[in-house]
């Protein structure tokens, strides 16, 4: 019978495949090393495409917020980089958030226009925390409180097993 696997279901056969037709065949610690890794890397995959979707629904809905925090938390700050801040916000910041469930490419696609727009602000604040303006601390610690729980939850969401390859 024919049928139609889906994502996790073509990684699983992979991680079989490489367990038990190219691992034993390896005669290099360091090649079977390798097959190893790959097979962590595909379970990682595996655990993370359930979730992911929503993650960066949470994630750009989120990030909608903090742009805008950000560039409230520099008040009336002089400069280039503030005024870059501030554009994004009221650029970016203004968009509508977005709705689950999500479609894949739209979401993909809003994410990391947001993304690179906290990485935008966080140099411009390092330039301006670095000129003496103590007010990018403070939008600097908006962009923190947000990144530190991503990337709890990606760690989480990417350990394999008891921990990494070669422990547990």
């Known amino acids: 019978m024919y049928n139609s696997p889906d994502v996790d279901q073509y990684l699983e056969g ?3 495949a490489i367990n038990d037709e190219i691992l034993p065949v ?31 629904v949470d994630e750009h809905n989120a990030m909608l917020e903090v742009v805008r925090e950000a560039a409230a938390a520099l008040g009336d700050a002089a400069g280039p980089e503030a005024d870059r801040i501030r554009e994004r916000a009221a650029g970016l910041g203004t968009a509508a958030p977005l709705p689950a469930p999500p479609v894949y490419g739209d979401v993909v696609a809003a994410h990391r226009v947001l993304g690179q ?52």
């Open 14 to 16: 992979l991680i079989f």
């Open 26 to 56: 390896l005669s290099t610690a360091k090649a079977q090393t390798t097959a190893l890794m790959m097979q962590a890397v595909l379970q990682q995959l595996r655990q993370t495409i359930p979730v992911y979707l929503g993650y960066l």
């Open 117 to 168: 727009a906290l990485v935008d602000d966080a140099r411009d604040l390092d330039v301006l925390q670095r000129a003496g303006d103590t007010r990018a601390d403070a939008a600097l610690a908006v962009l923190r409180a947000h990144w530190g729980p991503r990337y709890a939850r990606d760690l989480a969401t990417v350990t394999v097993g008891s921990g990494f390859l070669g422990r547990g």
